[in-house]
């Protein structure tokens, strides 16, 4: 599926910090992988209800990967839009965007794999229906696995 028309029904904005700034003075790629961990957790603490700290089941990352289109700077203005655009049997794909808001532009794009995980047993297990109802009812087109 292309990512690049998804329609983003959450955002949260970016707050950049000085200590964020790398020797080039602009912001670390590594500090650009916490900006998307926050808007992924945002994302699924309003999503999930909160059910990820309290229920027996979670998300773990299985896959991850990020590419950096352009350099951010402290002034610029950023938000991380995220969607979930596939929810599998035990799996959900993720797209991220981190987007600036007075360019129009994405300065980088994460794609990621969640697997559903089973706390007690420790080990995948099949994604909960009230999750994928939750997220069929916030997302506008994402792609259900049959099967």
């Known amino acids: 599926m292309e990512t690049e028309n998804i ?12 200590n964020d700034l790398d020797v080039f003075s602009h912001v670390n790629n590594a500090v ?7 808007g992924r957790l945002h994302y699924l603490q309003k999503v999930l209800e909160g059910e990820l700290k309290t229920g027996r089941d979670t998300l773990i990352i299985a896959s991850i990967k990020t590419d950096f289109s352009e ?18 049997n035990k799996s959900l794909q993720m797209v991220q965007h981190l987007y600036d808001m007075f ?15 089973d706390k007690a ?20 087109n994402v792609i259900v696995e049959q099967g």
């Open 7 to 18: 329609n983003f029904e959450h955002s949260l904005p970016i707050q950049i910090r000085f």
């Open 32 to 38: 650009i992988q916490e900006y998307f961990d926050l």
């Open 71 to 88: 350099p951010i700077f402290l002034e610029d203005s950023m938000v991380v839009k995220t969607s979930v655009f596939q929810i599998g």
């Open 103 to 117: 360019t129009d532009t994405v300065k980088a794009e994460c794609k990621s794999v969640m697997v559903a995980f």
């Open 121 to 140: 047993n420790q080990k995948s297990t099949e994604f909960p229906g009230r999750w994928k109802q939750n997220i069929i009812a916030f997302e506008e």
